[in-house]
């Protein structure tokens, strides 16, 4: 049993790290109506949360390299549980920002990368497999507890309590981490800054565009910012369009400035020429598309749930539970095809059952929710990441040869942490200003009187706050509407909600298809060997 000491306290970091993802959004309403913010604020906190973890994954990744593997683990551990005590104990969303998106991003993206290496260190041969496959059985477990272990929480208790939690564990793993071997040398490398800036304000800018697109539009400007005054909308091109160009700018200079160090004989942030490899560009780009779609879901069904069917953080958990179950047991199951198929058929066909789920659930989205097409939406949506995420680590790593595992996992990490952000980033926001439109044409078409629609027009110019349907009609009743009118408003919002939850998962269901795109250069072999030197030509 002592041998297996190291494998729980890295799991115990592991399942944390995949818990703090999964809570957040189940006690999305809950939060909003503790810190008195809005739903507009936690879309950003959790889309800011996985970006600050794809934006430095790789600079953490090689903070390791520098530190050693178990120093970084434990610096690491200790930023993480910072941050969730600041998360725990926040009186505003701005702390909660701080606390949650920041610093536990920051402290993620020294553990993340560390868990695998010390794996990696501390055991050889069969053991390794089964220590690996361990570290992937708490990340599936953490996947299916986490929405119920949230909803019970935030629902009889507090939503605090689970960050107070997550501070004691990961004490106690910095306080065990002593039986963690580090075997790998230390490298003495410098680790080029200008890289790490180029790279994470290139990533903050196209996410960060996608995120205001609700408020700033997409090309047309939907509402000018100002700054001293002064209406920005360049060329009469909204910011949002000026932000993401500017983010792929960088994103190129970065990509530029990595084969300039190369050729200059210095050490890059990455190895550019990874990118050259078809299957590895495939699988990556496969993974992003998938995380995403799971941010978005995550985003948007409790949004749903809560919002508009008006259920509690528990009974949201219980509905996303089937999800949860369905992506732990098709993994399995997809690891067992994989003797006999090629990654390229497994994740294709896992990619068709992706859409053929969203299809449902966007069929199930009524005011009395179909409950079974719901749950069989949800369980079909929990099969094929099952079997995307069987297939996909496996074909990133076998792409490369031993040299560039590390920053083949790196690279996993920031897409997937990357592809997260802009889902929720993109889904919320086709959410929200669907929404506001909905809303605003649902108005000027109603029975209200003409002043009752002008007053509301003028109070819903900037956009509409995502509010549960059910307080609606207080809502007016408390701005001055009659009866009958506030009634009228609230089933106005009530259909605007829907209509913006089945324009959202529209954009769920054309990311689906979009990756069926980058699945081409997956392997179509039943077994995918690692290389050994040679990189595959485009």
């Not at 477990?141 to 986490?146: M, Q, S, T, Y």
């Not at 000018?224 to 091109?237: F, H, N």
């Not at 210095?266 to 078809?278: A, E, H, K, N, T």
């Not at 099969?383 to 690279?411: F, I």
């Amino acid at each position: 049993m002592k041998k297996w000491n190291v494998v729980i306290v890295l799991g115990a970091a592991q399942f944390v790290m995949v818990l703090d993802g999964t809570v957040m959004n189940v006690s999305i309403s809950t939060v909003v109506s503790d810190l008195n913010t809005s739903v507009t604020a936690m879309q950003a906190a959790i889309t800011f949360y996985t970006l600050t973890m794809a934006a430095f994954m790789l600079f953490g990744a090689k903070l390791g390299d520098v530190w050693g593997r178990r120093r970084a683990f434990v610096i690491g551990s200790c930023v993480y549980a910072l941050g969730s005590l600041i998360t725990a104990v926040s009186p505003t969303v701005g702390f909660l920002f701080l606390g949650w998106s920041i610093i536990e991003g920051l402290g993620a993206v020294l553990v993340i990368p560390a868990i695998a290496g010390l794996v990696a260190d501390n055991y050889r041969g069969r053991d390794r497999v089964t220590a690996f496959a361990v570290i992937g059985a708490v990340s599936g477990a953490a996947v299916a507890a986490g929405p119920l272990i949230g909803g019970a929480v935030t629902t009889y208790s507090s939503w605090r309590f689970v960050f107070v939690a997550e501070v004691i564990i990961m004490l106690a793993v910095v306080l065990c981490a002593r039986v963690v071997t580090d075997s790998t040398p230390r490298q003495s490398i410098r680790i080029d800054i200008g890289s790490v800036l180029l790279s994470s304000a290139g990533l903050v800018l196209i996410v960060f565009g996608m995120l205001q697109s609700k408020t700033w539009g997409w090309v047309v400007p939907l509402h000018r910012p100002e700054i001293a005054g002064v209406t920005l909308a360049p060329l009469g091109i909204s910011l949002t369009a000026w932000c993401i160009a500017a983010g792929v700018i960088l994103l190129s200079l970065f990509i530029s400035w990595q084969r300039r160090l190369v050729r200059d004989g210095r050490s890059p942030l990455m190895q550019p020429d990874l990118f050259s490899i078809v299957s590895l560009r495939s699988g990556l780009s496969v993974l992003g598309a998938q995380y995403a779609v799971t941010a978005g879901l995550f985003f948007m069904v409790p949004v749903y749930l809560q919002m508009t069917l008006g259920l509690d953080a528990l009974e949201t958990g219980v509905k996303i539970f089937p999800l949860s179950i369905a992506l732990i047991l098709f993994s399995i199951v997809g690891t067992t095809l994989s003797r006999r198929w090629s990654p390229r058929r497994i994740v294709r066909i896992g990619q068709s059952v992706l859409v053929v789920s969203a299809l449902l659930l966007l069929g199930s989205v009524t005011e009395d929710l179909r409950g079974g097409l719901f749950g069989l939406g949800m369980f079909l949506t929990g099969a094929a990441l099952g079997l995307l995420a069987s297939q996909l680590g496996n074909v990133n790593m076998s792409s490369v040869g031993e040299k560039d595992t590390s920053e083949a996992g790196g690279l996993q990490g920031v897409f997937q942490n990357l592809g997260s952000s802009l889902g929720t980033a993109l889904i919320g926001s086709l959410l929200i200003g669907a929404l506001s439109t909905s809303f605003a044409s649902g108005v000027a078409t109603s029975d209200l009187p003409e002043q009752v629609r002008a007053t509301v027009s003028a109070a819903t110019d900037r956009g509409v706050t995502v509010v549960p349907a059910a307080d609606v009609a207080g809502i007016g009743e408390a701005a001055g509407l009659t009866d009958d009118e506030s009634r009228e408003l609230a089933e106005v919002y009530r259909e605007s909600q829907l209509s913006s939850l089945r324009v959202a998962f529209v954009g769920l269901i054309l990311i689906a298809l979009l990756s069926m795109l980058f699945s081409r250069g997956i392997p179509d072999a039943a077994a995918v060997r690692r290389r050994t030197g040679a990189e595959e030509s485009v």
